[in-house]
């Protein structure tokens, strides 16, 4: 059967993506954010995934404003990076897990969560700058499941349900016949705002009480309503939609194996989190 090795949350700031193409990751700006990754590729050099699922939110390359799916599946084979306009080099493309992916898809719609199902996927930032940061040899030893949730439009799906959409993905990962060890990927935030009177908000009290409550206390901020969270956290804040629903895969008791918290990248509080069952 599949399990859940552990899960990782990141941010996904594409700068990060020129920092790794320039080679500049030890210079003073960015030594605080690289230095979150040794420990964690650490751990997955011994623990060595087979798959990752990877929670993320699409920024306009397979759903514009014009058409968003609250939750989306990828279900490819294959999961080609697409030019952003950010100056990043395009990655090599990522081996889908089309076996995972349907099951996936129908364990969650069964469950009534009303996914949208993408043969075809393209991956932006949110996706590939986590995978680039845990394997920087850029050889992914991973095949990967992307879902989208979508923190990019109000309106969004609201803490609570995502929390349950994970609880979801945990129980259909654990119900899958092949034998698999599988990483859940939580990409973005946390506190940022790009944009608007509040551009460069942050709140790091709120991000680390956030951080605290993803080990024991996971439900905690599924007492926020979206515009609640927006307001604690900025607008693009809510990408720790993506943290929650990716921690809530993991049932029982979990241990923080390591994290890391940095102001400023960007506009953003960098973070980063390891965590797994505890034993
Ligand atoms: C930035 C942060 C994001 O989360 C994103 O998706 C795009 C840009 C930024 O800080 O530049
Ligand atoms: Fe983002």
Redesign the pocket.
């Known amino acids: 059967m599949a399990k859940i090795v552990g899960v990782v949350t990141t ?5 990060i993506g020129g920092a790794i193409h320039k080679g500049i990751q030890h210079e003073p700006y960015w030594k605080p954010f690289f230095d979150g990754f040794p420990k964690i590729r650490e751990w997955l050099a011994k623990v060595k995934p087979d798959v990752a699922i990877v929670v993320n ?1 699409d ?1 306009g390359l397979n759903f514009f404003l014009d058409k968003m799916p609250t939750f989306a599946i990828g279900a490819a084979p294959e999961y080609k990076n697409a030019d952003e306009g ?1 100056g990043i080099p395009v990655l090599p493309p990522f081996k889908g897990n089309e076996d995972l992916s349907w099951h996936l898809a129908e364990s969650l719609i069964g469950d009534e969560f009303d996914m949208v199902t993408c043969q075809e996927m393209v991956v ?3 996706f590939t700058l986590p995978i680039a940061l845990l394997y920087p040899d850029m050889k992914w030893p991973i095949s990967v499941v992307p879902i989208n949730v979508n923190t990019v439009l109000f309106p969004t799906p609201s803490a609570k349900r995502c929390y349950a959409l994970g609880q979801a993905i945990g129980r259909a990962v654990e119900a899958f016949p092949q034998d698999l060890k599988v990483v859940v990927i939580g990409t ?2 946390l506190s ?1 705002q ?1 944009e608007g009177e509040r551009a460069g908000f942050i709140n790091k009290e709120f991000d680390i009480r956030f951080m605290d409550s993803l080990t024991g206390d996971p439900t905690w901020a599924t007492q926020y309503t979206d515009r609640e969270l927006v307001k604690h956290t900025g607008t ?1 804040g809510i ?1 720790l939609l993506n943290w929650l629903t990716a921690r809530a895969t993991m049932s029982g008791k979990v241990t923080e194996l390591h994290r890391n918290y940095h102001i400023p ?4 509080a960098a973070a980063t989190m390891l965590l797994e069952h505890a034993a």
């Open positions: 941010s996904h700031v594409p700068a939110n920024h950010w932006d930032h949110a973005g935030g940022h790009l693009q990408e990248i960007s506009n953003t």
